[in-house]
């Protein structure tokens, strides 16, 4: 009995050796091929990311804005471009690009720009041929003909420089509203419904603000300061140089307040929103672990749910940013160049002609530079707005 016994316990041990040895060997095997079998799910996960995304009416829409600007660009491209990583930067083809569109901007108001230098040296003429009878008639009459000359000639380049505006802000209302489903989606994989709720709304005040604050009050103001200006040069007294100043002052205070809004109200929420999903994602993530031989497996697969969500969301936030950018770039740099024409014109003028006449032209340069600040405020609300969910909202 007892070497029975001692016969059944040797056999047992060799039993318990063969199982043991096994999933070792098998362990290894799948150490070797484990990371390929894992690189193959990510990629298969993040493609059907990819195709829940709608990308229809973004892609149509950029077709639109091809065909006025001669852009090509496509947002599922250039998205699968972040995604792979090759996104390189030709500083040399920006640069050729900047270079040629000023020139064409130049091309485009060079009739503006030859009437506003035949009106100058007129007035030096007149000025010249008037100073003969200082303090007459004939001097006051000389200068309005050719001051409300030059009045037409200005409105005639500030009508072009609001039709660029206007049309700028149009794109970026658009493009937000088409922005809203798609990053909101991506939002949903990584981070959870609350976050994507909090931006979707973020994303509504945003382009809100943009059509009844900046298109309806702001960008009116500065038609208004113009107005006002070429009012307070039509007499050797200024008149209304203090209305002029608070109109320029409190439009950049208006700007400067809406960027600081957009950014604190996205900053103080992304404190809290993506810690709630967080929440609730570890909650459920620890209670699928304690399911015996299931822990494991399921934590593996969350974490890799997770960090492609992680991964589109972040892709589509670059892709958001870029694509934003160069809707803006051309109607910016246009606008842009006018207003430095205008205000090396106007600094040109000042020695040779009356201040008044120089002061139509520094206006007209000003109230440019407050339609691309105005512009910039529009383009950073929703820069910022998506620029912070990617790199505070993290799950």
């Not at 920006?94 to 230098?117: D, G, P």
């Not at 910016?332 to 024409?341: F, G, N, R």
């Not at 440019?368 to 512009?375: I, N, P, Q, R």
Request: glycine residues 6%; contains cysteine.
């Amino acid at each position: 009995m007892m070497r029975r016994e001692k016969w059944l316990w040797l056999c047992l041990m060799l039993v318990l050796l063969v199982v043991q040895i096994t999933p070792v060997k098998a362990a290894e095997t799948e150490t070797v091929t484990g990371s390929g079998q894992e690189t193959d799910a990510q990629l298969q996960v993040t493609d059907e990311f990819l195709g829940e995304l709608d990308l229809d009416d973004m892609e149509q829409f950029l077709q639109e804005q091809q065909g006025e600007d001669d852009m090509d660009i496509s947002f599922g491209e250039l998205m699968k471009g972040f995604l792979s990583g090759d996104s390189t930067v030709d500083v040399s083809r920006i640069w050729s690009w900047v270079v040629s569109h000023c020139f064409e901007t130049v091309r485009q108001n060079k009739a503006y720009l030859a009437q506003m230098l035949i009106l100058l040296l007129a007035f030096v003429m007149l000025q010249g041929i008037s100073g003969i009878f200082a303090d007459s008639f004939l001097s006051d009459i000389s200068f309005l003909a050719v001051y409300f000359l030059f009045l037409y000639n200005a409105l005639r380049i500030f009508a072009s420089m609001q039709q660029i505006v206007y049309s700028c802000m149009d794109r970026i209302a658009e493009f937000t509203l088409l922005v809203q489903p798609v990053f909101c989606m991506a939002m949903i994989f990584s981070t959870g419904v609350n976050s994507a709720s909090f931006t979707y709304e973020m994303l509504l005040l945003v382009l809100y603000l943009v059509q009844n604050l900046l298109q309806k009050l702001l960008l009116p103001l500065v038609f208004v300061f113009l107005i006002t200006q070429f009012a307070n040069y039509a007499w050797k007294e200024e008149h209304f140089s203090s209305l002029a100043k608070l109109l320029e002052g409190g439009i950049g205070l208006a700007q400067k307040l809406l960027v600081t809004f957009i950014l604190g109200l996205n900053l103080i929420q992304g404190m809290v929103a993506p810690a709630v999903d967080q929440l609730k994602k570890t909650a459920t993530v620890r209670t699928i672990g304690v399911i015996p031989g299931l822990g494991g497996a399921m934590n593996a697969v969350s974490e890799m749910l997770f960090g492609a969500g992680l991964l589109i969301k972040n892709c589509v936030g670059a892709t958001v940013i870029v694509v934003l950018i160069l809707l803006c770039a051309k109607p910016l740099l246009e606008i842009s160049v006018l207003a430095l024409i205008y205000r090396v014109l106007a600094a040109l003028a000042q020695p040779v002609t009356d201040k008044r006449i120089s002061g139509v032209l520094d206006a007209l340069a000003r109230a440019g530079m407050l339609y691309v600040k105005l512009a910039v405020t529009a383009l950073l609300m929703l820069f910022l707005t998506v620029a912070v969910v990617c790199v505070a909202m993290h799950p």
